[in-house]
């Protein structure tokens, strides 16, 4: 409404409040994480830290998964030290051996494997390598990361008649 001694016309101003939207990074940089997840959340939680970093272009953010990957890998390093519950040892349980679905002979130990995945990712945070090395080595530690993931969660032990059984490989003598 105008004042009748001014010619101005007031407008209503039309304010289109935006809900903002958090990207998949934010929702998952605000995924909690520690001792109190099982051996497969922690791994799980990697994996999917590995893979945004792979698709993210944001200086910003791969800095930020590369840290919240850096602290997976070091709640995975107290996790790798413990017993496993009974339920990931009833997941890890088969009734049959199938080769293909078991961890290879030649599987590296898995606390060496976390410690790789840990200084690749350290390389990345230090931000001192090339755009295109800082891709490769990306790369390598996606890799890593899912050999380590399928590698921890194949089958270890064999149900038999007089009760578990650890499936032979190279680290017999470790359960992780």
């Known amino acids: 409404m105008a004042n009748t001694d001014n010619n101005t016309n007031t ?16 929702n998952l940089l605000k995924t909690p994480l520690g001792t109190t997840h099982d051996l497969f959340q922690v791994l799980d939680t990697c994996v999917r830290y590995v893979d945004a970093l792979v698709e993210c272009n944001d200086i ?20 790798l ?19 293909k679905a078991c961890r ?3 599987s590296i130990d898995s606390e ?7 200084a690749l990712t350290l390389v ?3 931000q001192q390598a090339p755009a295109d090395l800082q891709k490769h080595i990306t790369g390598l530690l996606f890799q890593m990361v899912s050999i380590m993931a399928d590698d921890l ?9 007089s009760g578990l059984m650890m499936i032979e490989s190279k680290f017999t003598h470790i359960v992780h």
């Open 11 to 26: 407008h209503h101003q039309i304010v289109d409040i935006q809900p903002v939207i958090e990207s998949a990074i934010s």
């Open 60 to 79: 910003a953010d791969r800095m930020a998964l590369c840290g919240r990957l850096l602290a997976a890998l070091e709640v995975l390093r107290v996790l």
């Open 81 to 99: 030290d413990q017993p496993l519950p009974e339920h990931l040892i009833e997941r890890l349980t088969v009734d049959k051996v199938d080769h």
């Open 104 to 106: 290879s002979g030649g």
């Open 112 to 118: 060496e494997m976390r410690q790789y995945c840990s």
């Open 124 to 126: 990345l945070l230090n």
């Open 153 to 161: 969660t194949a089958p270890r032990f064999l149900r038999t008649e």
